[in-house]
């Protein structure tokens, strides 16, 4: 960490340090999700499938290309990771450090969730969040982020020593697994980064250390997305309930989390031309 050095300044520090930010993937040519037609086929659906998630648990449900899906917070403050899938190949997944990349570290209203390589297409795109009121507090905290990795027995072991098995990783392993059929093993490497739904997360100022802070979420508030393209959605009610203090253990107050499906109609759902794969050759100059 960048706490302190052991060289001395260069004369010219400064100036080295005033230079400007570019952004490093400029988005102004990406084509922009039309949230009018999405309010509009949104106006029509009507609830046609529910999974609710238990504490320091998983769940999957599918949601068909067109549809619409909703994480809800149901009893009290708790924050879910989400991964989402191709449902025909569940190797095109969500690619958390690519979205980072294009939309910042937060996502809410107009965000899109894209798909890992070769594939790079959007997967889903948030169309409601009731926590956009929130946007970046004091200490650099926001919600909904793309930055964490998700909690895993590895990382748990490694600075603890310890063996948990509900992590958000165990728990989304376990679920897919359950949900496809799939060996435990092989199902555990399609188990990807995340979106920390509902998580209140930043980086310090000082150290630049992830940190995390109580969630504002309370009961009632929700965060939804339109598919883009068929979808497995499997969502973990975080062992660290609000992350207030802790996570990794049996140690903080859980909640469960309620996923929705919200169908616009077969005919609807019919009408939408799902993203196209991205068109590189994949020849990488060989």
């Known amino acids: 960490m960048k706490t302190h050095s052991i060289h001395p300044a260069p004369a010219d520090a400064e100036n080295r340090r ?32 529910e999974c609710l998630v238990d504490p320091r648990d998983a769940g ?11 994480i809800v917070s149901v009893e009290g403050p708790q924050v879910g990771d ?27 209203t107009g965000d899109r969730m894209w798909s890992s390589f070769p594939f790079l297409r959007p997967m889903a795109t948030i169309v409601d969040d009731t926590l956009d009121w929130y ?27 310890g063996d948990y098995h509900y992590c958000c ?25 995340v979106l920390n739904v509902f998580m209140c997360t930043g980086f310090t100022r000082d150290t630049g250390q992830y940190f995390m802070k109580a969630s504002p979420v309370r009961p009632g508030d929700y965060l939804e997305f339109f598919a883009e393209i068929d979808l497995t959605v499997g969502l973990s009610a975080c062992p660290g309930g609000d992350c207030s203090a802790s996570h990794s253990s049996d140690v903080a107050k859980c909640y469960p989390l309620l996923i929705e499906v919200w169908d616009p109609g077969e005919e609807a759902r019919a009408a939408h031309v799902m993203p196209a794969v991205s068109a590189y050759d994949r020849s990488h100059g060989a």
């Open 82 to 108: 989400l991964n989402i899938w191709n449902t025909k190949d569940l190797n095109e997944r969500f690619y958390s450090g690519k979205t980072r990349a294009l939309h910042g570290t937060h996502l809410s």
């Open 135 to 161: 946007g970046f507090d004091a200490y650099g905290g926001s919600v909904h982020d793309v930055i964490g990795t998700r909690c895993d027995p590895y990382t748990g072991r490694l600075l603890g020593g």
């Open 60 to 70: 999957c449900i599918d949601v068909p290309a067109g549809a619409f899906f909703r």
């Open 18 to 49: 005033a230079v400007q930010p570019v952004i490093c993937y400029p988005t102004e040519n990406l084509e922009a999700p039309d949230l009018d037609q999405i309010s509009e086929l949104r106006a029509g659906a009507t609830k046609v499938a």
């Open 169 to 193: 990783h165990s728990n989304l392993t376990r679920a897919l697994a359950q949900h496809s059929g799939l060996d435990l093993q092989v199902a555990e490497g399609l188990v990807h980064d």
